[in-house]
């Protein structure tokens, strides 16, 4: 057993980590009050590779592996989970599929884009009718010449209002019919019939894009079929399997950054007479946060190092994006209390890293389905 | 162009640094490691005149097998090819012992220049450019904030306080280059991959044929005697405000000559 990172990875981290100190941190404040990012901020994450990190170099990618992606995940999310996220659909959810179940031709056709930046991914699952129960999905998808109609709606879409191309799921076969007649579709966002919904107003993770999406008889062609009619289900949620770490890296991320302010701030505040530091209330409070940011980034590093190995991950990535997720909502809210009255301001951090850590209990999963998928492996049934 | 950067690995910034007894040398083995940030500046400048101009940069190192990291951060930022520089007997040099063994791996190579950072952060001597011109017989322009190549020849301007000197002179030549000539780029992620590719080789200092007397803690002609941190500072004068503050404080700046 070996739990040291290889050179490149650590390379990789340490540029990243760089890279958001100086780029990321310092404007994130300012990109969650203007709900965006600056475009010329992906240009640079562009240049830099970040965008396809996990992407071979034959379409376009930095050709590094998974866990090095995971890492650059954990990095970005602590400058601002915003910018997390949005890097972690856009491989995880939209690059990822198309590389494991596309043809030769979508995979050049997309992913050297999606893997430089030049076009932003986005995966179109959930509707209003249709959260945890994803198969019960109504939007439909009816054979039309020599392709398909898509008509109906889909929610809280990641990425969607910066996004070139979706991965979309729709049901091809009878309504009713579950997890059965999904079939999932490449739908470029020039698509006519297409339209995207208002912004939503959220808690945390503001400077991402997230909207509803409308299909009105918007025909696509039988090539933006991925996989085969009716296997969509199965595509989205193996592509949920790894989108799971990466929230669990996004979640481990925002905890470390709330924990390095906390730190920083327990060091130069005096009260009685002492930095607060010194009190051991507030000492073991940044202890056990330190603890469990370490165990849920070795749970998340396993299950990076078990997709690498082509081992099944479904439970071990449900496990780490649970333990994380709950571990950074509990921890960020500890940070908040520990910078006390200033914590609950926006002239720190903190209170923003404890609105965006709720999110990670939420997404790709909320953590009552990651307790099903786990006891699901252990009881069966 | 064919253009030679020295780097050093440092103890980072950031990290506390311990000095050990009985030599005085920096604990290098319990903090984290990387370039010398000025030398940073050196990478940049060589990687863009490369690209402005053709040929190729090769990274120069003297330090410990585990120096690695710092080079590979320079092949990743658009270096071609990498020397380090490692023996034993190295440990300890002074600034002429570690010009001496430069030089010596410097006479198997080709180059038009030889570009350095201002200083290391950690010894801070800014000596080096200086010393390995000396022994080359080379041009130094140290302490440069522009380095331009053209027809041929080289200018460079160097800051001062008034403005800055601009020189002129033929290749090859030793240059020194500071904070703010450019704005190092981060190793992209195709070039960090790419670095472990380039060819690297190491050499000791038999194969550079350099006297193993001349350099290290034998070979120094300097020697560190001690160290003292800085005295702690006196702890601040306090003000009290009982409606005659702004009056005290007036005359505790005039006092110091501040105001």
């Not at chain 1, 905890?255 to 390095?260: G, L």
């Amino acid at each position: 057993m070996d739990l040291s990172l290889s050179d490149e990875q650590r390379d990789i981290m340490r540029m990243t980590r760089e890279f958001t100190d100086a780029r990321i941190a310092p404007r994130a404040r300012e990109w969650d009050r203007e709900h965006s990012i600056p475009p010329e901020v992906f240009a640079e994450l562009g240049g830099l590779g970040l965008w396809g990190v996990c992407v071979p170099e034959e379409y376009g990618g930095a050709g590094a592996d998974y866990l090095s992606f995971i890492i650059v995940l954990e990095e970005l999310s602590r400058g601002d989970a915003g910018l997390g996220v949005t890097v972690a659909v856009n491989t995880s959810l939209a690059t990822l599929p198309i590389l494991d179940f596309g043809t030769e031709a979508q995979k050049r056709e997309w992913v050297p884009r999606l893997a430089g930046g030049e076009v932003i991914g986005a995966y179109a699952l959930t509707e209003p009718g249709a959260g945890s129960d994803a198969a019960s999905i109504t939007t439909t998808a009816r054979r039309d010449g020599d392709g398909y109609r898509l008509n109906g709606a889909k929610q809280f879409v990641t990425n969607a209002g910066i996004a070139g191309v979706f991965i979309v799921m729709a049901r091809t076969g009878e309504a009713g019919g579950g997890s059965k007649g999904i079939t999932a579709f490449i739908v470029d966002a020039t698509t006519e019939g297409f339209t995207l919904g208002r912004e939503e107003e959220k808690l945390g993770i503001n400077s991402s894009s997230t909207r509803g999406l409308t299909f009105d008889d918007a025909w696509v062609p039988d090539s933006a079929v991925l996989g085969s009619e009716g296997d969509g289900f199965g595509i989205a949620m193996a592509t949920l399997d790894g989108g799971r770490i990466g929230i669990a890296a996004q979640a481990v991320g925002i905890a470390q950054a709330a924990m390095e302010t906390a730190v920083a701030y327990s060091k130069d505040r005096w009260q009685f007479g002492h930095p607060i530091a010194e009190f051991q209330a507030v000492r073991f409070k940044l202890a056990d946060m330190d603890r469990d940011i370490d165990a849920a980034r070795l749970l998340t590093y396993r299950a990076a190092w078990l997709k690498m190995m082509g081992r099944p991950v479904t439970a071990a990535g449900a496990k780490a994006k649970l333990f994380a997720s709950e571990m950074a909502r509990r921890h960020t809210a500890e940070a908040v209390q520990v910078l006390g009255g200033y914590g609950y301001t926006k002239e720190f951090p903190a209170e923003r890293f404890y609105r965006d850590a709720k999110i990670t209990e939420i997404y790709e999963g909320t953590s009552e389905v990651q307790r099903i998928v786990i006891s699901r492996e252990l009881l069966g049934g | 162009m064919e253009i030679v950067v020295c780097v050093k690995q440092v103890v980072d910034t950031e990290a506390e640094k311990k000095l050990l007894a009985p030599d005085w040398r920096l604990d290098r083995q319990s903090v984290e490691n990387v370039l010398n940030p000025y030398d940073e500046y050196a990478v940049e400048e060589a990687v863009r005149l490369k690209e402005a101009h053709g040929g190729e940069v090769t990274v120069l190192c003297m330090g410990p097998e585990d120096a690695q990291s710092a080079v590979r951060k320079a092949l990743a930022m658009g270096a071609d090819r990498a020397l380090m520089v490692t023996d034993p007997a190295l440990a300890g040099s002074d600034t002429q012992g570690t010009a001496l063994a430069l030089s010596g791996a410097l006479a198997g190579l080709t180059y038009d220049l030889v570009i350095l950072g201002i200083m290391s952060t950690d010894a801070q001597t800014g000596q080096l450019p200086s010393a390995l011109g000396d022994i080359l017989d080379l041009p130094v322009l140290t302490a440069l904030n522009m380095m331009k190549f053209e027809d041929g020849s080289l200018t460079v301007h160097r800051q001062t306080d008034q403005g800055y000197v601009a020189y002129g002179c033929g290749l090859p030549a030793v240059c020194s280059v500071v904070k703010g000539i450019n704005e190092p780029r981060y190793p992209s992620l195709k070039g960090i991959m790419g670095a472990k590719k380039k060819p690297l080789e190491t050499k000791d200092l038999a194969e550079l044929g350099v006297d193993t007397a001349r350099v290290g803690g034998a070979g120094a002609l300097t020697k560190v005697l001690s160290t003292t941190a800085p005295p702690p500072r006196k702890a601040g004068q306090k003000i009290e405000d009982d409606g005659t503050a702004a009056q005290r404080i007036v005359e505790f700046l005039a006092g110091e000559k501040i105001i």
